[in-house]
């Protein structure tokens, strides 16, 4: 069965500076790969997706994350952090089959002026 | 747009109360979803429909059941809530033939 770990709880970073937020799956090879948005008090938006072909992925809101294989990771970044990035942020794979979609535990992003 | 639409934002309940939750979407999707969300646990999956009147235990099914009668909504009831079902209750749809999962605005259901 597939997990997801997120490494960090909490991540903080200057406003400007690079968003780094760390995603690993297990090791069986997932079809597709996610990650998704939550502001306070908000449902979840999708952000990006990995499903085939190229494994850099582009999101919304400047967003990109790198699907490698080899580490069996798909880390999410963006060059500048803004003041409204800041937010929940999860990673999701596919759980046994593309309906069911498992989530990691998440990071909370917070950006400092 | 996809619109996922959960009816209410914020409920508060009392211990032994019978609880429903409404989720309404409107672009013809095959599979519902209910999670739940709480700090330092992430979302997890209470049941999922993938059809009219068919329904799957998620990973907390305990305490809960679920209604699809029409492919456009999917209840969650709380047959008697406990404050230990004090939570974010989120609803999500998605088609077989598109993978991710499309959200509601999340209830925050508190019991007392």
């Known amino acids: 069965a597939q997990s997801v770990t997120q490494l960090g709880s909490h991540v903080s970073v200057s406003e400007g500076a690079l968003v780094l937020l760390r995603c690993n799956y297990s090791?069986?090879?997932?079809?597709?790969l996610f990650w998704y948005v939550q502001y306070p008090n908000q449902g979840l938006q999708l952000l990006l997706k990995?499903?085939?072909?190229?494994?850099l992925v582009k999101g919304i809101n400047g967003f990109e994350a790198e699907f490698k294989k080899s580490e069996t990771s798909f880390h999410l970044t963006k060059p500048s952090a803004h003041m409204s990035d800041a937010a929940e942020y999860f990673c999701a794979v596919p759980k046994t089959s593309y309906d069911k979609v498992i989530f990691g535990p998440g990071t909370s992003l917070s950006v400092i002026p | 747009d996809v619109k996922v639409t959960q009816s209410s934002r914020y409920l508060v309940k009392r211990t032994g109360e019978k609880v429903f939750l409404e989720c309404v979407q409107d672009?013809?999707?095959?599979?519902m979803f209910w999670y739940r969300q709480d700090p330092g646990l992430g979302l997890r999956l209470i049941y999922f429909s993938y059809d009219v009147k068919m329904k799957e235990k998620g990973d907390i099914p305990e305490g809960y059941s679920v209604s699809r009668e029409k492919k456009e909504r999917f209840s969650l009831i709380l047959e008697s809530a406990s404050t230990n079902q004090t939570s974010m209750y989120l609803c999500?749809?998605?088609?077989?033939?598109?993978?991710?999962?499309?959200f509601g605005q999340g209830t925050r259901l508190t019991v007392v």
């Open positions: 999500a749809s998605s088609s077989p033939s598109g993978p991710e999962a499309f």
């Open positions: 090791s069986s090879v997932p079809p597709y």
């Open positions: 990995y499903t085939t072909g190229a494994t």
């Open positions: 672009m013809d999707h095959e599979n």
